[in-house]
T-cell receptor, first 114, second 113 residues
Framework: DAMVIQNPRYQVTQFGKPVTLSCSQT?????MYWYQQKSSQAPKLLFH???????NEADTPDNFQSRRPNTSFCFLDIRSPGLGDAAMYLC?????????????FGPGTRLTVT | QKEVEQNSGPLSVPEGAIASLNCTYSDRGSQSFFWYRQYSGKSPELIMFIYSNGDKEDGRFTAQLNKASQYVSLLIRDSQPSDSATYLCAVKRLTGGGNKLTFGTGTQLKVEL
C-alpha cells in the first residue's frame, strides 16, 4: 500500500543534542511537509518542499532545518533541541498543490527532550 | 481573531445520534476545506474534503460548506464509540498563506454508550 512512513516513532534526546527525524513516502507526491504538534494544539507548519524548492515558515526557529535528498525522503534536523521542542512531529505529503490539495500524514514521531 | 476556529468541546453524543461539528474561518478567499480525525496520540487522518458550497456525503459523514457565512461543518450520522476522537478543520488559504493548510485546534468528540 502506498503510504507515508516516519522513523523513529518515538525519539528521546538530550537537551542540546542534535536529532534527525526521517520521513519517506511511496505516494510519489511532489510536496512534503513537516508539522509540529503539541498537546491539544493545532499542527503547526514548520516548512515544506515542493519538489526541491524549500519553503520555510517565517516563524520557524533557525534551530529547525530540513533536507530532501530525493522525491521519496525528507528529513527534519533539530540542531540543539530545547525542552520546548518536545512534541509530535508530523510529516505529510500532497500532490501538486495547485491541483488537488489533500494532505496525507505519516504516523508521527513523538520527541521527548530530557 | 483566529484564522480557523473550532469549539474545543468535548462534544458528547449518545451512540447512534448525529454529531455536528462546526468550524468558521476568517479568510474569505479560502477555497478548500478539510476534515481530519485524530485519535489520541496518533496522526491526523483525512476523512472529508469539500470545495463547493453545499453538502458532500461520504458514508456516515456529510461535510457542509457555506462560503458566504464562512462556515464549514461535519455531520456524523449513527455515531459510534469508535468515532470518539478530535476532529480538526483545515482550510487552504489563497492569500498570504501560499500553498499550505491552516488547522483549527480541533473539537473533541465523545460518543457514549
Amino acid at each position: 500500500d502506498a503510504m507515508v512512513i516516519q522513523n523513529p516513532r518515538y525519539q528521546v534526546t538530550q537537551f542540546g543534542k542534535p536529532v534527525t527525524l526521517s520521513c519517506s513516502q511511496t505516494l510519489n507526491h511532489n510536496v512534503m511537509y513537516w508539522y509540529q504538534q503539541k498537546s491539544s494544539q493545532a499542527p503547526k507548519l514548520l516548512f515544506h518542499y515542493y519538489d526541491k524548492d524549500f519553503n520555510n515558515e517565517a516563524d520557524t526557529p533557525d534551530n529547525f532545518q530540513s533536507r530532501r535528498p530525493n522525491t521519496s525522503f525528507c528529513f527534519l534536523d533539530i540542531r540543539s533541541p530545547g525542552l520546548g521542542d518536545a512534541a509530535m512531529y508530523l510529516c505529510a505529503t500532497s500532490r501538486d498543490p495547485s491541483n488537488s490539495y489533500e494532505q496525507y500524514f505519516g504516523p508521527g514521531t513523538r520527541l521527548t527532550v530530557t | 481573531q483566529k484564522e480557523v476556529e473550532q469549539n474545543s468541546g468535548p462534544l458528547s453524543v449518545p451512540e447512534g445520534a448525529i454529531a455536528s461539528l462546526n468550524c468558521t474561518y476568517s479568510d474569505r478567499g479560502s477555497q478548500s476545506f478539510f476534515w481530519y480525525r485524530q485519535y489520541s496520540g496518533k496522526s491526523p487522518e483525512l476523512i472529508m474534503f469539500i470545495y463547493s458550497n453545499g453538502d458532500k456525503e461520504d458514508g456516515r459523514f456529510t461535510a457542509q460548506l457555506n462560503k458566504a457565512s464562512q462556515y464549514v461543518s461535519l455531520l456524523i450520522r449513527d455515531s459510534q464509540p469508535s468515532d470518539s476522537a478530535t476532529y480538526l478543520c483545515a482550510v487552504k488559504r489563497l492569500t498570504g498563506g501560499g500553498n499550505k493548510l491552516t488547522f483549527g485546534t480541533g473539537t473533541q468528540l465523545k460518543v457514549e454508550l
